[in-house]
C-alpha cells in the first residue's frame, strides 16, 4: 500500500488533474483507490452542503466510494487562501485537528492513497502552520506537480529545495504544461524538462501535455497515458 502527499509549484499547477489521474489509472490496474481533499477553498453551495470540484474529482475516482465529509472535511465558500477562508467562516484549522481525521483514513486497506494540498507548499494553515506540515506530521512522502510555463524552473527548483529542507522525501514529480507556447519549440521545451529532471533529484511520473480538447471530467482519463504509478518508498 502507498501512501503520498500531492503538492504543486503554485495555485492551478494541475494538483487535481495530476492526483485524479494517477488513481484512474490505478483503477485502470485494478487497484483499490482513496483521494482526500481536507482543506479546500473555492466551494459551492448545493443542496448537499458546501461542494468543491476538486474534492469531487478525487471522490469520483476512489473506490470504494466514501462520503464527501471523508475526502474534504474543511470546505470554505470563498476562493482564497484557507486560512483566510476559515478565519471568514469563523474557525480554526489546526494540524492536530487535521492530521486526527486523515490518519485513521491511511490505514485503510487502500492500495493507492493521495492527499492533496491547496496551493503550494507554503499555503498557511492558520497564522502559525502551513498546511505542509501534514506531509510531515503523517510521514508521507511528497509528489510534486509542475506547472510547466514560463518561471517553472525557479518554482520547482524552490519547491523542491523546500520540501527536503522541511524534511520530507520527494517521492517524484510530475509535469503538467499550462502554456501551449512553452512547447512551441519542441528543442526548447525537452531542454526544459531535461532541466527539471536533473535539478529535481526525483522521479519523474510522467509529463502531461495540454488537455484542453478533452472535456474536464474526462481529462483525468486521459492523462492516463502520460502518466506513471511511484514504485513505492
Same mark, same amino acid.
Given at each position: 500500500m502507498t501512501r503520498y502527499f500531492v503538492t504543486g509549484t503554485d495555485t492551478d499547477a494541475g494538483k487535481?488533474?495530476?492526483s485524479a489521474g494517477l488513481l484512474a489509472l +490505478?483503477?485502470?490496474r485494478g487497484l483499490s483507490t482513496l483521494g482526500l481533499k481536507p482543506v479546500a477553498s473555492g466551494c459551492r453551495r448545493t443542496d448537499a452542503g458546501l461542494r468543491?470540484?476538486?474534492a469531487l474529482a478525487l471522490m469520483a475516482r476512489s473506490v470504494p466510494a466514501p462520503a464527501y465529509a471523508t475526502i474534504n472535511p474543511f470546505a470554505f465558500e470563498p476562493a482564497i487562501a484557507p486560512h483566510l477562508a476559515a478565519r471568514q467562516a469563523g474557525e480554526h484549522i489546526g494540524l492536530a485537528r487535521l492530521g486526527e481525521h486523515v490518519?485513521?483514513?491511511l490505514e485503510e486497506p487502500r492500495d493507492l492513497i493521495l492527499v492533496e494540498g491547496a496551493g503550494g507548499w507554503r499555503?498557511?494553515?492558520n497564522d502559525s502552520e502551513d498546511l505542509s506540515a501534514l506531509a510531515l506530521h503523517l510521514d508521507l512522502p511528497v509528489i510534486l506537480v509542475v506547472g510547466l510555463k514560463l518561471g517553472c524552473l525557479n518554482h520547482a527548483c524552490l519547491t523542491a529545495e523546500a520540501i527536503r529542507a522541511d524534511g520530507a522525501k520527494l517521492a517524484g514529480w510530475v509535469g503538467n504544461l499550462?502554456? +501551449?507556447d512553452f512547447a512551441r519549440d519542441a528543442s526548447l521545451y525537452a531542454d526544459n524538462l531535461a532541466t527539471l529532471r536533473h535539478r529535481l533529484g526525483?522521479?519523474?511520473l510522467g509529463v502531461?501535455?495540454?488537455l484542453s480538447r478533452v472535456a474536464p471530467a474526462r481529462r483525468p482519463e486521459a492523462a492516463i497515458a502520460h502518466l506513471e504509478l511511484p514504485q513505492g518508498d
Open positions: 487535481t488533474l495530476i +490505478a483503477r485502470s468543491n470540484d476538486d490518519a485513521p483514513l499555503v498557511p494553515l499550462l502554456d +501551449a526525483a522521479p519523474c502531461v501535455p495540454r
